[in-house]
């Protein structure tokens, strides 16, 4: 573990952290423990767990970046999920399914869940955030199959199936069930300090996904109470800045965004 952040300590911010090869973790409460539950290998994504503790309650927070490779929705809107070149875009299921499943996000996601069992037999609370590179079964549904450049596809996106399947709630559609009025987007955000080339993968498709979550597992004593994005309204689609028109709730930078990305921010309120 680690307390080295100066610039935030010369501010009196005081956070703890650990040491990690890719996604990270701020607490603003000590950390009890910390291990690497899916290491970092050749670059094809990671999760990684701390333990706090808030008064009386042990706190389990896991942080992840999943694998970027074979990302397969690409393969629907017409480009190659790991090359990113045009192909024929992919609007079978079970053909989306198959390219999914050669990445190795279900296989991170797999060791998350058996760990947190740990957890949740330890009577913790259970939180999981990061960037997933993959959709969610939550916003590739009847209702969404002509948005988008879907192609018509309902599609049972691995991961998001399989928390929901271990118990797990994807805060951001608990607070917003509609994928229509609150699409959520949290990717690629319209940076502006950067060239539209440097933020876009297919050109010519409309990429703008949520592929950045935060689960929880629902606890007696625990309620979400709001949920929001984290960065620029805009995003980029067919290769154009685009103003979101959606009702997400966004909270702006105040200065420079460094990434293509937007963040999730949520609210809970624990009973102690």
């Known amino acids: 573990m ?100 050669l990445s190795v996000r279900d296989d991170a996601i797999a060791l998350f869940i058996a760990e947190a069992e740990k957890d949740k037999k330890a009577g913790r609370l259970v939180f999981l955030g990061g960037d997933f590179n993959e959709p969610s079964h939550l916003d590739w549904t009847e209702a969404t199959k002509n ?37 959520g987007f949290t990717f690629p955000a319209d940076n502006q300090l950067k060239e539209i080339s440097k933020l876009t993968w297919p050109p010519e498709a409309d990429e703008r996904e949520r592929i950045d979550f935060i689960y929880y597992l629902p606890d007696k004593k625990l309620t979400p109470l709001a949920a929001m994005i984290v960065g620029p309204s805009g995003s980029i689609a067919y290769n154009e800045r685009v103003e979101e028109t959606s009702k997400d709730f966004f909270i702006k930078p105040i200065g420079v965004w460094p990434t293509d990305h937007k963040a999730v921010l949520a609210e809970f309120k624990l009973k102690l």
């Open 2 to 101: 680690r307390q080295d952040y100066r610039s935030l300590k010369k501010a009196r911010e005081i956070y703890y952290s650990f040491f990690s090869n890719d996604s990270g973790l701020l607490s603003r409460y000590p950390l009890m423990d910390s291990i690497t539950v899916f290491p970092l290998e050749n670059d094809r994504g990671s999760v990684y767990k701390a333990i706090t503790k808030i008064k009386n309650r042990e706190i389990a927070i896991y942080t992840c970046h999943l694998d970027y490779r074979n990302c397969a929705y690409y393969d629907v809107l017409g480009y190659d999920g790991s090359t990113w070149k045009k192909r024929p875009p992919v609007t079978n299921v079970d053909s989306i399914l198959y390219l999914n499943r």
């Open 147 to 183: 948005l988008w450049d879907h192609r018509g596809a309902v599609v049972p996106w691995d991961v998001s199936v399989m928390l929901e399947k271990a118990g797990y709630k994807d805060v951001y559609r608990v607070i917003y069930p509609n994928p229509i009025t609150h699409p």
